[in-house]
């Protein structure tokens, strides 16, 4: 089985265990993150290409937001999965690293991140950011049936969600074209943001 092969049955088991997911963590979100990764990669010149894409694909698997707490069984499912289309295990470690250490929740900052993983987590979080993001937040915001904005506990809507998290990606990135391509991204949710709460603002006049 050559690497393109290989890739493919990694396409296939992303898919099968991303069913549960919402619109904005679903095969296209793994999609956009893979090619996000390869581009970050050659305009990087840094990195395996194979680790990478196999890292993006993977990297949301059993995804706690989708099952409370992501199984036990997660990282032994990858294991099993990349030894048996005949991953080495160097790679396995990547992967499952990228696995449990990419998202913004765990709060997790690995003191010295391989490569790899600072292009795939950059790669994930531009995808977070944006055009993209501000639809991808709704989406989750209506799965979870949060409301769009709440002055009164804005932690718990969507809007609320720009301040906890999507505004901070910035300065967050790994990278130098991660950063150059956040901060266009991170202007688009300014003025998002700036045009949402004067149109909230106006929403109150009588």
Do not use: C
Not at 138 to 143: I, P, R
Not at 178 to 183: D, E, I, N
């Amino acid at each position: 089985m050559n690497k393109i092969q290989k890739i493919r049955q990694v396409e296939a088991f992303a898919k099968r265990n991303i069913v549960h997911h919402d619109a904005g963590h679903d095969w296209w979100h793994l999609h956009r993150v893979r090619n996000l990764a390869l581009y970050l990669q050659s305009a990087e010149g840094t990195g395996d290409r194979f680790i990478i894409e196999i890292s993006a694909l993977l990297h949301d698997i059993d995804d706690k937001k989708f099952n409370k707490i992501a199984p036990a069984g997660t990282e032994e499912k990858i294991r099993l999965f990349l030894q048996s289309i005949d991953i080495d295990d160097i790679i396995i470690k990547e992967v499952l690293f990228t696995n449990n250490n990419i998202s913004f929740s765990t709060g997790i900052k690995p003191e010295s991140p391989s490569y790899e993983f600072r292009i795939v987590q950059d790669a994930d979080r531009l995808d977070a950011i944006g055009a993209i993001g501000i639809a991808r937040a709704f989406t989750y915001g209506g799965y979870r049936n949060n409301p769009i904005y709440d002055p009164e506990e804005q932690s718990l809507s969507t809007i609320g969600h720009f301040d906890d998290k999507l505004l901070k990606l910035k300065d967050l990135m790994n990278t130098a074209t991660g950063r150059k391509m956040a901060s266009e991204r991170h202007e688009l949710l300014e003025f998002f943001l700036k045009k949402f709460l004067e149109e909230w603002d106006l929403s109150k006049e009588p």
